[in-house]
């Protein structure tokens, strides 16, 4: 069965660093999302993407943050300037042709900002 | 902004008993479509079941049933059988039916599955 992969699953890195976590969705889905996880405390959403372009984004997601799909398969989160606030489980979810539809989870990138 | 609320941080629960979740949501929409994800251990998020809106009927999938009531914009969530596999936190989650198809998401319930 298709599914969601992200990598690294696990990433440590130092304050002020910049980090990119990967993130190759199902293979024919349209629609792509970022969400994060603080230790504790529930999913938030950061940032959807459609049609190679950013269709909504939070609060959150601010001038540090980037996405991009680099080649049609990778879809990436960038972090510029990390900060320990930063520290989270970092989710990729992809849904299929119509945004409607269930959103599929990856495993997740455990991001530590020391 | 939606407003998903889960009022029941934990929850223990014998093996082979039910279980009852509660959700409620905030929403002008009448259009929209609702979910249960399971979080285990490993922290992946997988899809336990999903309700649309327009459909009066209760989603169920095996052991996992919902009892949604619209007017009171309620979406519980019912594991029957339960299994020590079955031991995560549970999230509420709320999308529009247009406009933006972000997931928002309720603080979770742990649920533990006693032996």
């Known amino acids: 069965e298709p599914e969601v992969t992200q990598t690294p699953s696990h990433q440590v890195t130092q304050m002020g660093q910049e980090v990119i976590l990967r993130c190759v969705p199902i293979?024919?889905?349209?629609?792509f999302y970022w969400y994060r996880q603080i230790l504790g405390q529930k999913v938030e959403f950061l940032v959807s993407?459609?049609?190679?372009?950013?269709?909504?984004k939070s609060e959150i997601f601010d001038d540090q943050f980037s996405v991009e799909r680099p080649d049609g398969s990778n879809f990436t989160l960038k972090i510029r300037s990390t900060k320990l606030e930063d520290s989270a489980m970092y989710f990729c979810?992809?849904?299929?042709?119509?945004?409607?539809?269930?959103?599929?989870f990856g495993p997740g990138t455990r991001l530590l900002v020391l | 902004a939606q407003t998903v609320t889960q009022s029941q941080p934990e929850m223990s629960v014998q093996e082979a008993e039910t279980v009852t979740l509660s959700c409620t949501y905030d929403?002008?929409?009448?259009?929209?479509?609702l979910f249960w994800y399971k979080q285990p251990p490993s922290r992946q998020m997988i899809l336990v079941i999903r309700?649309?809106?327009?459909?009066?009927q209760n989603a169920t999938e095996n052991r996992f049933s919902v009892n949604f009531q619209k007017a009171a914009k309620s979406f519980s969530l019912k594991i029957s059988d339960s299994q020590l596999g079955d031991t995560a936190m549970y999230f509420c989650?709320?999308?529009?039916?247009?406009?933006?198809?972000?997931?928002?998401f309720g603080a979770g319930t742990t649920v533990t599955v006693r032996a």
């Open positions: 979810a992809s849904c299929c042709i119509q945004a409607q539809e269930t959103q599929y």
């Open positions: 293979s024919n889905h349209l629609y």
């Open positions: 993407f459609y049609n190679n372009e950013i269709s909504e």
């Open positions: 929403t002008s929409e009448n259009n929209y479509y």
């Open positions: 309700q649309e809106a327009y459909k009066q």
């Open positions: 989650a709320f999308m529009k039916h247009v406009g933006d198809y972000k997931l928002s």
